[in-house]
């Protein structure tokens, strides 16, 4: 795994990069089952790396100026819990448990309440993302914007071939999985301290916040960097592919 090439400046260049962060680490992953069977999502492991997936994204929290993290748990939230309380963690951790599914804009909402300084901005990301960017710089992104909140966006490889042809319907090419043409949300946010206070208890934040601020013009959304590394665990070939890439930087 390898940081993006983008020279990134030192820390004091971005003094409003948050220091706390919140993981949503409760989602069942059934897609990626017999791996969750016994485990939640973000414990799966990346091959031939021995860490599951939240172990990798607290060091690249920690690395990028976090010092402490909220990690909300669900399904299997024991397996979590006994794994962070016995690793040796670059920074703070508290766990949250739902007791009952709130949704992903209630779970953050609980999540947030847990933070230790409220009154200052934070990192989220999804518990299944694995990814290397400049935290600080998309931080600096969304001050300069004045924005409520900010979302990472990437720009993930189609899975298919795509076929290239003229106005005349003639082909001219065939490309093999090109990059997307639109961004996606790549579950890595900025929240300002207000945010929190406008997430539903109970629901979706993306369908009732964060359409509410687009309206307002208050959300902003950050490019990753060229040659930004992204990807989200979703399936077992997630997890050979991001094996396989891993492996291919580690010998380049």
Not at 105 to 132: F, I, M, Q
Not at 178 to 195: H, I, L, W
Request: aromatic share 8%; with cysteine; charged share 20%.
């Amino acid at each position: 795994m390898t940081d993006t090439p983008r020279s990134v400046p030192p820390a004091a260049a971005f003094p409003a990069a948050p220091a706390q962060a919140v993981v949503l680490a409760g989602g069942q992953g059934s897609r990626l089952r017999p791996y969750t069977d016994d485990r939640p999502k973000p414990m799966v492991e990346i091959p031939g790396t021995g860490v599951p997936i939240i172990g990798h994204q607290l060091a690249w929290l920690a690395s990028e100026g976090v010092t402490d993290a909220v990690v909300s748990c669900g399904h299997l939230a024991g397996v979590l819990q006994e794994w962070l309380g016995q690793a040796e963690l670059p920074l703070r951790v508290t766990t949250v448990v739902e007791e009952e599914p709130l949704g992903r804009g209630g779970g953050l909402k609980y999540a947030a309440r847990h933070l230790p300084h409220p009154e200052r901005s934070w990192y989220a990301t999804n518990g299944d993302v694995w990814t290397r960017f400049s935290l600080r710089e998309m931080a600096a992104f969304h001050a300069e914007r004045g924005a409520v909140a900010t979302l990472a966006l990437a720009r993930p490889r189609i899975p298919w071939g795509v076929v290239e042809t003229n106005e005349f319907g003639q082909v001219l090419d065939f490309i093999e999985a090109p990059p997307s043409p639109y961004p996606v949300n790549a579950g890595v946010y900025v929240f300002g301290p207000e945010f929190a206070a406008l997430l539903p208890d109970l629901g979706d934040h993306e369908r009732t916040t964060f359409p509410r601020l687009a309206r307002e013009r208050r959300l902003a959304g950050f490019p990753l960097p060229q040659g930004a590394y992204w990807r989200a665990i979703d399936t077992a070939k997630d997890l050979t592919e991001a094996a396989r890439e891993l492996a291919s930087q580690t010998a380049s």
